[in-house]
């Protein structure tokens, strides 16, 4: 074992000293004992710490492990200051379909093959001919109530004012009804993944809703 050892060192150093000595500049860093010693000491230790940084990080980024400060330095969502809603209705009775069309939505980004069939799938479900674009803007009084109002609006607090702004336009009058709420607005992220109610207290970018995004949402009727 000992043996092994020495030799594995005795190869390092035959490696390093003939790539050193390979470059006129670099020879000089091994012209004494006492500098040999010195720069492959940290030529060595470089390559350590080089190579548990990359170790680290992947485990980290591949999920194997976990980040060891993780519940010391938090990551602090960044305050949504406005968004742009695209709104339609769709039937109750379509609501598999809808959730099928934005499943293939978020599929077929950079995907051609996929638009015509999207656009057919979007033609069937969709009560308007178009989208109709909002610009929602956030000012205090739409987080000051929050437990943490530097981190801005929630997703409840949008979804209610995207439905407050559904059942008060004459635009989609033919849709209102009584027993319609804020439960039966769909709310989609900047990843066309649908945002669900059990997210509802949770900040807009904490759900990949951020600044100056341009998302959907569709009102069940």
Known sequence: MLSTAVEIIQCVDEYITKTLQSNSFTENLIGTPTSKFITEFLIITFVILMSYEV???SG???SLWEY???DIFTEVPVHCAHVYIRLNVVSKSKLEKTKEYYVLKK???YNVLYWNKLNQLGGEIFSLDRFIKY???FSPEDFEMNKEPEFGSTVDHLREKIFTLFKDSEVYSQFH???LSKTDVLLFNNRNEEVTHASGDKYL?????ETGNVIDSIVLY
Not at 205 to 209: A, D, E, W
């Open 68 to 70: 060891h400060a993780k």
């Open 55 to 57: 170790i680290y990080w």
């Open 60 to 62: 980290i980024y591949l």
């Open 135 to 137: 610009h929602f803007e």
């Open 177 to 179: 009804n009584d027993k």
């Open 107 to 109: 599929n077929s980004k």
């Open 205 to 209: 970018s904490q759900c990949h809703i």
